[in-house]
């Protein structure tokens, strides 16, 4: 990946509605040159696809909430996964270093139904416990962009 893919990147991330000729304007290339370049960064997983973001609130799922997991014994990353993955208040999942085995980023539509969701999450089988904290405010949400 050289300095021209990474300027088509944040050029997606700006707006991933961007035409491959406006993109190539930016850029310096002609818009076939762009759409190879988008090609193969799709083809190696550097581009994962395109997506519409959507916010939560709008939808009504304006509730959020980090969970620490603490799993009972020695469970694989791959099993928390397969339990989370069933419920739908999870919006991610992540494997973490200190004393939890994973942190959970639930989203609901109101305190009652993040209630709701915890208590399913503490019911899964390899959850020994749970430490949750309520988000109050989102601060800032960064979407992952290249250097130039």
């Not at 304006?62 to 999870?90: D, K, M, W, Y």
């Not at 009652?112 to 749970?130: C, F, G, M």
Request: hydrophobic share 45%.
């Amino acid at each position: 990946m050289d300095s021209i893919d990474q300027r088509i990147i944040s050029r997606l991330v700006a707006d991933a509605r961007s035409s491959y000729a406006e993109i190539g304007k930016k850029v310096g290339l002609s818009a076939p040159a762009v759409k190879r370049r988008v090609d193969r960064l799709l083809d190696t997983g550097v581009l994962r696809g395109f997506t519409a973001v959507v916010d939560p609130e709008a939808l009504g799922w304006g509730t959020e909430a980090f969970v620490e997991v603490h799993c009972r014994g020695n469970i694989s990353p791959a099993q928390i996964r397969a339990r989370l993955e069933p419920l739908p208040e999870v919006v991610a999942a992540y494997t973490v270093s200190g004393a939890a085995d994973a942190i959970v980023h639930l989203r609901a539509a109101d305190i009652h139904h993040l209630e709701t969701a915890l208590e399913r999450v503490r019911a899964v089988e390899i959850i020994d416990r749970t430490v949750s904290t309520v988000v109050l405010s989102r601060l800032l949400d960064r979407p992952p962009a290249p250097t130039a």
